[in-house]
């Protein structure tokens, strides 16, 4: 049940059954597994538990102490996420009360490393966006847009 499509086309020589490209060509088969991976990246709990986790092995209550604004119930669900995904490694001891401690697998430092050059644009990109956002907004506010005239709002 592989795969043979490809997302967007291989760069020469690479061969890569799901590199995304910059070219037209696409194949939304091939393309759910990196959307399904994404998706899990696009929160933002996800990613401040790679970050806060880095190399060191943390409890439960550890990181939830060090995510400032998550909620109990979102680090559960998100430590199980990761955990499943292979990005997490989870050791019960077994003691009375059990203890419970998290850290990054090899996959989940290789995804770190990979959001790294990521989290690099965003940082030079940041005031950019925003200046983009508010002239939207500014342009959104003082006109209607042309969704809401064709739509006879």
Not at 6 to 29: D, V
Not at 79 to 106: H, M, Q, W
Not at 120 to 127: E, Q, T, V
Request: with cysteine.
């Amino acid at each position: 049940m592989g795969t043979t499509g490809r997302c967007g086309s291989p760069e020469k020589g690479r061969g890569k059954a799901f590199l995304m490209t910059t070219t037209n060509e696409h194949s939304p088969e091939a393309c759910r597994p990196i959307g399904e991976i994404l998706s899990r990246f696009g929160d933002k709990w996800t990613v401040a538990v790679l970050g806060v986790l880095g190399d060191k092995r943390m409890r439960f209550k550890e990181l939830h102490r060090a995510i400032d604004g998550i909620s109990q119930r979102m680090l559960t669900v998100t430590v199980r996420n990761l955990e499943r995904d292979g990005f997490l490694i989870r050791t019960v001891y077994p003691t009375i009360p059990p203890r419970v401690e998290y850290e990054l697998s090899d996959l989940g430092h290789s995804l770190k490393e990979a959001l790294a050059p990521v989290g690099a644009w965003i940082s030079d990109n940041h005031k950019d966006i925003e200046a983009s956002r508010r002239q939207f907004d500014e342009k959104a506010q003082g006109h209607d847009s042309p969704d809401r005239l064709s739509n006879g709002k």
